[in-house]
């Protein structure tokens, strides 16, 4: 059973940088497409950035430029840089794992979600 532990959240002032950790575990790493979601207050969850098991990238409009998404095979980790952070970046960030291999294909998981408040 895939497991996702997220760290690296926490209060910043406008233009700051983070970096947010989630470490995977109960499978084969790179069998799955890695993300991160937010969800802002009274807002839906959307996607911020995702890296295929392949490496390929994908961001949001609002982020291009400013965050960066990688993955260590070695270390079985996702990285989200985040760098010229805004107050509106300010949601719950969470990580995803999505199955890309035989019976999990198509399957979903979530971590438990990490924090980011960008205020001055």
């Known amino acids: 059973q895939v497991q996702l532990v997220e760290s690296g959240g926490g209060l910043v002032q406008p233009g700051g940088s983070l970096k947010l950790s989630c470490t995977f575990s109960g499978d084969i790493f790179r069998a799955y497409n890695m993300g991160w979601y937010r969800q802002a207050p009274g807002k839906q969850r959307e996607m911020v950035a995702r890296i295929t098991s392949g490496g390929t990238t994908q961001y949001r409009d609002s982020v291009k430029g400013r965050f960066t998404i990688s993955r260590d095979g070695t270390k079985k980790t996702v990285y989200l840089q985040m760098n010229s952070l805004k107050p509106e970046d300010t949601a719950v960030y969470y990580c995803?794992?999505?199955?890309?291999?035989?019976?999990?294909?198509?399957?979903?998981?979530w971590g438990q979600g990490t924090q980011v408040t960008v205020s001055s």
């Open positions: 995803n794992a999505e199955g890309t291999i035989g019976f999990t294909r198509g399957s979903q998981t």
